[in-house]
């Protein structure tokens, strides 16, 4: 009994955790995608090569944890301003390109991490030590962090979106491009915003599971294909939609390892995902 | 002179649309481009507006080129315009819709009041100001994107057939607000189908047929031309 339970309460925390980080890989990819119209496979690369990044600022340069992040975060986002103007602009509206430009791109930044990195794992620093305890079962407090922080940038993009005029102005963008354009909202001043941000939030999110987990050049692609089910299942470009959607995969990618074998594990994410768009094809918070 | 289009030629992928078009307004004139479906009306507003760059021929906004600028940029000159479709920002709130429509504006104290201002005039969308735009009926979308358009302070307003799809009533009352944003001192191009309601309010107009200018003159004229009364209104 004892055990069990203390198995479900990790598998709890485990799970938020990992809906924290799929949420935030989740609203980058779905602000790329509605408003630059482009599916940025190469996400997860962000993602990886912002963690590695940390991995370095730590080990090698000795820079506390959080510091560390921050300067990933603000060094990735400049990464996406540069992807956007030399990569995605020159191909916009070419579908082709677009897939063709990010699958090259997962290549070489995974190669790239290979040859730096080595395929070894490697770790950074935990978020925080020791556990809380709950119920007399002690779950890892860097569980509740890596859930505080994908709240608190959840919550700071929406105020943003919401709050400010180009919060607002790529709301507009995606909505309605061509409108968004004849009010005097220049794409290419929003684009490369909506690129920077996405890119931030996938460092973030990579180093938060190099330091809860660790550090693969693989890691990637697990986040890639959860933020795009997320995106299928929350509805296209609904924040409310990805944050429900990213808590609910999380929990189960955390719960049903427990109580099923792999099978079950790898195929349930999925089966729900087509049950739930022939229910409702939009997604959950999609619109019409 | 305000306004002025030079034998504009647009092309889509190699057909050509616009033959060559010319027209031409004076401060604080109001004219309409009449056409039937498909003649070229709403490429003309689309080249003017910077959302489709003309093939050749040329277009001048208070003697200078514009035609080579960015949407944006001819906004902030003083060019917005009401397009077909209204094209909202469906899934925000009316106010958002009005709000963000003042983008290029640094002025937080003039946003608020022609925020204001726009509620004193239709009182309805001030009624909806926290419903999404689309959740409006035709007329009231139609109000949004007007006011939406006039939160850029334009000097000339572009309307492309804000008459499509609504009730008679409701013509009449876009028609009241036209008049009104003329009378308080807008220059006014308005693009119609319905010729009937276009020649009551403009003092001049034109005609565009496949691409061409085929008529222009006074709307009192214009009225009483025989290819107006059959070809447009109908008669
Ligand atoms: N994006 C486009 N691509 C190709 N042809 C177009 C496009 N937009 C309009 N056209 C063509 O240009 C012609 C004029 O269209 P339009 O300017 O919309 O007419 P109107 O507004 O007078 O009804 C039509 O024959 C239409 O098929
Ligand atoms: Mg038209």
């Given at each position: 009994m004892e055990t069990s339970l203390s198995f479900v309460l990790q598998a709890i925390a485990n799970g938020l955790a990992m809906g924290g980080l799929y949420i935030l890989v989740a609203l980058g990819l779905t602000l790329i995608l509605s408003i630059m119209g482009i599916l940025q496979l190469a996400h997860g690369e962000i993602y990886m090569i912002g963690a590695y990044l940390v991995y370095y600022l730590t080990s090698s340069l000795g820079i506390s944890l959080y510091i560390a992040i921050l300067i990933s975060m603000g060094a990735m986002g400049l990464i996406g301003l540069v992807l956007e103007r030399g990569i995605f602009r020159p191909c916009k509206g070419d579908f082709l390109s677009v897939i063709t430009v990010a699958i090259a791109l997962t290549l070489i930044l995974r190669s790239y991490a290979v040859a730096q990195f080595g395929l070894f794992e490697r770790t950074v620093p935990k978020l925080a030590s020791g556990s809380l305890v709950f119920f007399g079962v002690a779950v890892p407090k860097d569980r509740f962090v890596a859930m505080l922080i994908a709240a608190a940038m959840s919550v700071a993009l929406y105020l943003f979106l919401k709050m400010t005029r180009y919060g607002q102005a790529m709301f507009a963008c995606a909505q309605n491009p061509e409108g968004a354009r004849l009010r005097g909202i220049n794409p290419d001043l929003i684009s490369p915003m909506a690129m920077m941000i996405g890119c931030a939030l996938a460092a973030a999110g990579g180093a938060i599971a190099g330091s809860i987990w660790m550090l693969t050049p693989t890691m990637g692609t697990l986040p890639l294909v959860k933020g795009l089910i997320i995106i299928v299942i929350g509805g296209m470009g609904s924040l409310s939609g990805a944050i429900v959607a990213g808590i609910f995969l999380g929990l189960m990618d955390g719960i049903i390892p427990v109580f099923f074998g792999p099978v079950v594990t790898s195929i349930a994410p999925l089966v729900i995902v087509v049950l739930i768009l022939l229910v409702k094809p939009q997604g959950l918070f999609g619109h019409g | 002179m305000l306004f002025q289009v030079k034998n504009l030629v647009v092309r889509y992928e190699g057909a050509e649309i616009l033959k060559g078009i010319s027209l031409e307004m004076e401060e604080g004139e109001i004219i309409t481009l009449i056409g039937n479906n498909g003649a070229g009306k709403t490429t003309a507003l689309r080249a003017i507006s910077g959302l489709k760059s003309p093939h050749s021929g040329e277009i001048l906004f208070r003697g200078q080129?514009?035609?080579?600028?960015?949407p944006q940029d001819i906004v902030k000159r003083g060019i917005s315009q009401v397009p077909e479709g209204r094209a909202l920002f469906p899934h925000m709130s009316v106010s958002e819709n009005i709000r963000i429509s003042g983008f290029l504006r640094n002025d937080k104290q003039g946003i608020k009041e022609d925020l204001d201002r726009i509620y004193d005039s239709f009182p309805v969308l001030k009624e909806r100001s926290a419903q999404r735009a689309s959740t409006l009926s035709g007329g009231e979308q139609q109000m949004l994107a007007i006011a939406m358009a006039l939160m850029a302070r334009p000097t000339l307003l572009l309307l492309d057939e804000?008459?499509?799809?609504?009730s008679p009533k409701m013509v009449t009352e876009i028609g009241r607000v036209i008049y009104n944003i003329h009378k308080s001192g807008t220059s006014v191009l308005l693009v119609e189908q319905n010729a009937n309601l276009a020649l009551s309010l403009a003092q001049r107009g034109y005609a565009i047929e496949t691409g061409k200018i085929v008529l222009s003159g006074f709307a009192g004229e214009l009225k009483k031309s025989e290819h107006v009364k059959r070809a447009y209104l109908g008669q």
């Open positions: - | 080129r514009i035609d080579n600028l960015l804000p008459s499509t799809g609504l």
